[in-house]
Nanobody
Framework: QVQLVESGGGSVQAGGSLRLSCAAP????????MGWFRQAPGKEREGVAA????????SYADSVKGRFTISQDNASNMVYLQMNSLKPDDTAMYYC????????????????????WGQGTQVTVSS
């Protein structure tokens, strides 16, 4: 199983920005989905953004629409999450995930459909 490695987390004040990166060396991007998820203490892991690696269709959780942007660089097997206008509620561990299920076309932010996960990177937003 290919290991996904996240980076770019940190601490920032409300209103600030961070860019998360996910490296997936050797991962085959054909017909695959890449997603970003987050989990705050005491809460379930939730989908934040996802991208279809062929075609680039993106999906976002309502809570981050207009603030977060997911993108990819297929040549270098990288996926990014640009986070702007950060809020304290965005504080969480952020995880990169990869999946191949055809059902992801209908439910791209369904964490149960992703089979490959990174270790996470912490994002802390202070008020």
């Amino acid at each position: 199983q290919v290991q996904l490695v996240e980076s770019g987390g940190g601490s920032v004040q409300a209103g600030g920005s961070l860019r998360l990166s996910c490296a997936a060396p050797g991962y085959t991007y054909n017909s695959a989905y890449m997603g970003w998820f987050r989990q705050a203490p005491g809460k379930e892991r939730e989908g934040v953004a996802a991208i279809v690696t062929v075609g680039g269709r993106t999906s976002y959780a309502d809570s981050v629409k207009g603030r977060f942007t997911i993108s990819q660089d297929n040549a270098s097997n990288m996926v990014y999450l640009q986070m702007n206008s950060l809020k304290p509620d965005d504080t969480a561990m952020y995880y990169c995930a990869a999946g191949r299920s055809a059902r992801l076309w209908i439910a791209p932010l369904n964490r149960a459909l992703y089979g490959n996960w990174g270790q996470g990177t912490q994002v802390t937003v202070s008020s």
